[in-house]
């Protein structure tokens, strides 16, 4: 990804100061300045007027929903395509305080490889995917119950996810968007992982084309980032220091009541020896077109689920209404062919019984620490969607705080890879 040029945020310099003029005693340390992070030193600051020092090896805030302005005056995200929605008000009233925002309702295409040509299906499969790929002329629900009904491998309790798509699907379906996507996504075929990731796909018997079905779905006016700012820019019990590593700087860091640690769980415990825990990564293709209509594809993603390339889909961010209008006005367009991998920046936790259990190492092993606590996605090594990495990190900031045992929302199954 070009990153030469990223305008539209907002940073201080002593941002990159290192641990240069800090005071000696703070209230919080957390590292990370995503959205756990963030949402700590935001409400430690206005429920309780503590004090935070936040430090992220990054050089920018907002972690891995971290967009910008590039070059062509198109706002991107450096670590993949985020869309916004949720069921829970709680996390909808919290991020209306820092932003403003456009109604968007996110439709994934699938390019489907039938022949020697593509066909452009709705993903997730509806009536209209089996139509186009299969010519199965459903018209209604009942219909496409039928269809699903003739084709399903029924099983009482799936044990991988093989089991769990072809239950739901069909083989028919399975072949065509499940099969061979989730072998590119997570170098595993579906029956090496657990049932839950298949199961994160819906198969939907109506027409409803949505990606999501949640009540609140939208995107910041200005982009993600001026979330963040919004919530931590301007607050004096908030200081921010970035490109710091804290492994590198453990022992030299101010005093504090709190370690608030929102990476990798077992990279906080790396120096026992103990194996590490897996995860997929993601890198990105990035390619400059100027197409006479100004856009490369009909659709903000388009998903390649076959075999026949080696990439899992192509983001074009010029298709989100929250672009500055420049980006409208022009021809130029970015895309973006996304690719799974092993080696980079963790993003997807590898669900199968042996990273489990090893989980459960680690977390047993965090539950004993003092005056530390884990919070987020890399640290509860669980995917969690946009809203249940907010709801995740307020819940656990009132439990922490409030030294009660609350009840905790059960998040459920965050959607994984697009």
Not at 338 to 356: A, I, K, T
Not at 375 to 384: C, D, E, H, I, T
Request: charged share 25%; with cysteine.
């Amino acid at each position: 990804m070009d990153l030469s040029v990223q305008l539209g945020n907002q940073s201080y310099p002593d941002w990159f100061t290192g641990l240069k003029n800090l005071p000696q005693n703070f209230d919080l340390i957390i590292v990370g300045a995503g959205i756990s992070g963030c949402v700590f030193a935001e409400q430690a600051s206005r429920r309780y007027n503590l004090k935070s020092l936040m430090i992220d090896k990054r050089n920018h805030i907002g972690g891995n929903c971290y967009d910008f302005i590039n070059r062509y005056g198109i706002r991107v995200s450096q670590y993949g395509v985020h869309l916004f929605h949720t069921k829970f008000s709680r996390v909808w009233k919290y991020v209306n305080n820092f932003s403003e925002w456009i109604p968007y309702e996110h439709r994934v295409k699938g390019n489907i490889m039938v022949g020697s040509e593509y066909r452009m299906v709705p993903i997730p499969p509806s009536q209209n995917t089996i139509n186009v790929l299969f010519g199965a002329d459903v018209s209604n629900e009942i219909e496409m119950e039928d269809w699903l009904n003739s084709r399903r491998v029924p099983t009482e309790k799936p044990r991988n996810g093989e089991e769990s798509a072809l239950a739901r699907s069909g083989e028919e379906l399975y072949n065509a968007i499940f099969k061979h996507y989730t072998k590119k996504q997570w170098d595993k075929w579906p029956k090496e992982l657990d049932a839950s990731v298949l199961a994160r796909i819906p198969v939907r018997t109506n027409t409803d084309d949505r990606y999501f079905t949640d009540p609140f779905q939208a995107l910041p006016k200005e982009g993600y980032t001026k979330i963040f700012e919004n919530m931590v820019l301007e607050d004096p019990n908030i200081t921010i220091r970035l490109c710091v590593d804290y492994f590198n700087v453990r022992g030299e860091l101010p005093e504090s009541n709190l370690l608030v640690f929102t990476g990798p769980i077992d990279s906080y415990y790396s120096s026992l020896g103990l194996p590490k825990l897996e995860y997929r990564s993601l890198k990105f293709e990035e390619e400059y077109h100027e197409p006479e209509d100004g856009y490369h594809q009909s659709c903000l993603q388009l998903n390649y689920p076959g075999e026949e390339v080696e990439y899992t889909r192509i983001v074009e961010y010029k298709h989100k209404p929250n672009q500055p209008k420049d980006a409208l006005r022009r021809r130029g367009t970015v895309i973006f062919k996304e690719y799974s991998c092993d080696e980079g920046e963790p993003y997807y936790p590898v669900p199968n019984p042996e990273n489990r259990g090893l989980y459960e190492k680690y977390k047993e092993m965090a539950s004993k620490e003092n005056k530390v606590c884990f919070v987020g996605r890399l640290a509860s090594y669980k995917y969690f969607n946009m809203d249940q990495a907010f709801l995740n990190a307020l819940e656990m900031f009132d439990e922490f705080f409030s030294r009660s045992s609350s009840f905790r929302t059960h998040l459920g199954e965050g959607d994984g890879p697009k």
